[in-house]
Nanobody, 127 residues
């Protein structure tokens, strides 16, 4: 059971990146979430998607700029990030809820709700 996050890089403010989270060894589970952690800060929830009905959830800080989507046939979830800002700079992690699902937003925002984690991909927004 592995999650592989990819797609990070260096981008100028206002630019775009698309992150991918591919699963191997199992399906996407009930939900996939994206978190990020900047140096010296706690891990922050960014977005989640229910892999069964496609419902999406976003942190206020990224709403309107980021879009999460899924391709169940490819066992992959994407995070399209537009209008990037310097404060989006962080290591981005994807994680899967496989065993117990709850659509409550507080549950989805809690890192302890997730059963498996990817290794992280660095996103740097700088001119």
């Amino acid at each position: 059971v592995q999650l592989q996050a990819s797609g990070g890089g260096l981008v100028q403010p206002g630019g775009s990146l698309r992150l991918s989270c591919a699963s191997s060894g199992f399906t996407l589970g009930y939900a996939i979430g994206w978190f990020r952690q900047a140096p010296g800060k706690e891990r922050e929830w960014v977005s989640s998607i229910s892999t069964t009905d496609g419902l999406t959830y976003y942190a206020d800080s990224v709403k309107g700029r980021f879009t999460i989507s899924r391709d169940n046939a490819k066992n992959t979830v994407y995070l399209q990030m537009n209008a990037l800002k310097a404060e989006d700079t962080a290591v981005y992690y994807c994680a899967a809820i496989v065993y117990n699902f709850n659509s409550n937003l507080a549950y989805l925002k809690d890192p302890t709700s997730y059963d498996f984690w990817g290794q992280g991909t660095q996103v740097t927004v700088s001119s």
